[in-house]
T-cell receptor, first 116, second 110 residues
Framework: DGGITQSPKYLFRKEGQNVTLSCEQN?????MYWYRQDPGQGLRLIYY???????QKGDIAEGYSVSREKKESFPLTVTSAQKNPTAFYLC???????????????FGPGTRLTVL | KQEVTQIPAALSVPEGENLVLNCSFT??????LQWFRQDPGKGLTSLLL?????REQTSGRLNASLDKSSGRSTLYIAASQPGDSATYLC???????????FGTGTRLKV
């Protein structure tokens, strides 16, 4: 079964803690993305990666970090520097079509992070 | 800077009605446009992808059109059903970038 998995589904964080959200894909896609979704808002890009060992900041990267050591994995760490981390986090992947552009995005089921 | 707008933010229609959802974008230099469905608390499900060279795509009761010159895309849903109730989002990929810009979505209730 091909697709994207995210874990955990729900995550609770205490003030001052770092937490890591997992994202794995078996679609053999080159690109992977992390988005944040707040109630009533669209998706905002946190980080994206086009290839192993390379990633770029999105529009709201402050307080987050990522790694891309394997093609199929793109974990996101929410650090204590992120002042308002309570949100729904979505991971996505896409396959390169030609040049610098990508095709259809596929999404995981999301992780809901709550700060206690 | 690409901006994507979806109006209205919410829409309620009776079962069986045909309906149109709108997506507007400011930069016509797009590579593709994708429509998604999101159920409450869930991830996004891809509905249709339109490449910049295409005018429309169809899947079952769904038809998406693209007019790059006017910066608009529409998602047409025929014979709406209660199961169509969800939030619908559009996203555009601008040529030469790896990023997708999302609209804020239209929440549909049938």
């Amino acid at each position: 079964d091909g697709g994207i998995t995210q874990s955990p589904k729900y995550l609770f964080r205490k003030e001052g803690q770092n937490v890591t959200l997992s994202c794995e894909q078996n679609l053999n896609h080159d690109a992977m993305y992390w988005y944040r979704q707040d109630p009533g808002q669209g998706l905002r890009l946190i980080y994206y990666s086009q290839i192993v060992n390379d990633f770029q900041k999105g529009d709201i990267a402050e307080g987050y970090s990522v790694s891309r050591e394997k093609k199929e994995s793109f974990p996101l760490t929410v650090t204590s520097a992120q002042k308002n981390p309570t949100a729904f986090y979505l991971c996505a992947s896409a396959d390169r079509i030609e040049g610098s552009s990508y095709n259809e995005q596929f999404f995981g089921p999301g992780t809901r992070l709550t700060v206690l | 800077k690409q901006e994507v707008t979806q109006i209205p933010a919410a829409l309620s229609v009776p079962e069986g009605e045909n309906l149109v959802l709108n997506c507007s974008f400011t930069d016509s230099a797009i590579y593709n446009l994708q429509w998604f469905r999101q159920d409450p608390g869930k991830g996004l499900t891809s509905l249709l992808l339109i490449q910049s060279s295409q005018r429309e795509q169809t899947s079952g009761r769904l038809n998406a059109s693209l007019d790059k010159s006017s910066g608009r895309s529409t998602l047409y849903i025929a014979a709406s059903q209660p199961g169509d109730s969800a939030t619908y989002l559009c996203a555009v990929s601008t040529s030469g970038t790896y990023k997708y810009i999302f609209g804020t979505g239209t929440r549909l209730k049938v």
